[in-house]
């Protein structure tokens, strides 16, 4: 699909990955629609680009719905959807306290919500925007609507020490992406999924340049950290080639997590 002149979503889109994705959509002229729970970045983001921000849980379907209805008003219906909303948490199995060697289980409510958001929010988006997306005219004579791109992460495939709940949303992903395909070919909506390794995005702007420096020195080649661009570059090279479909790519590198 040609970008130009077509309606985008990006989930998480105030910031990050999310950010961006949103600024290469539109810098190749796509009207873009922020969805992101954080309201003065994403008002300020929509209002640079000309898009519009719909503030968004995306684990909440009636935020979902409603986001949707906004976006398709002022936008129209978007053939484009890219899920980058996430949130990463650390905690074990079950953790032992130094001081007096008591053992605790992983927080069920920490690892719901991880759920909730990562997983089964990138779904509500996902087919809420699907439903919309296939009753809109094919764009070309193989019948092609629109495309979904949700964000794994190598770690649904290198989980680490502490990710269980992380890795687990995001193995979650990529596992929902062939069905996916497989579900909305006749409606004429490919799917695919993009696995990051480790990104400069805001999360790791709290660490210090030493261990910045170390996370990038385990990628092999090219020894940094990704950056936002690369990503967003990548899911525009999607979205254009109607070949993609039903597939997850990893852009890492090379890199493979170690235990810890």
Known sequence: MNISGLSAIVTGGASGLGAGTARHLAEKGAKVALFDVNADKGEALASQLGGVFCNTDISDPENVSSSLEKAEAEIGVSRIVVNCAGIV???????????????????????????????????????????????????????????????????????????????????????????MARDLAREGIRTASILPGLFATPMFDSLTDEIRAALA???????????????????????ENDMINGTSIRLDGALRLPPK
């Open 217 to 239: 020195a385990n990628v092999p080649f090219p020894s940094r950290l990704g950056t936002v661009e690369e990503y967003a570059r990548l899911a525009a090279t999607i979205i």
């Open 89 to 179: 948490t650390g905690q074990k199995t079950v953790s032992r306290k130094r001081d007096t060697g008591e053992i605790a289980s992983h927080d069920p409510a920490l690892f719901a919500k991880v759920i909730n958001i990562n997983l089964i929010g990138t779904f509500y988006v996902s087919s809420m925007a699907a439903a919309r997306m296939a009753t809109l005219d094919p764009t070309n004579s193989d019948g092609n609507r629109g495309v979904i791109i949700t964000t794994s992460s190598v770690a649904a495939e290198d989980g680490q020490l502490g990710q269980a709940a992380y890795a687990a949303s995001k193995a979650g992903i990529q596992g929902m992406m062939l069905p």
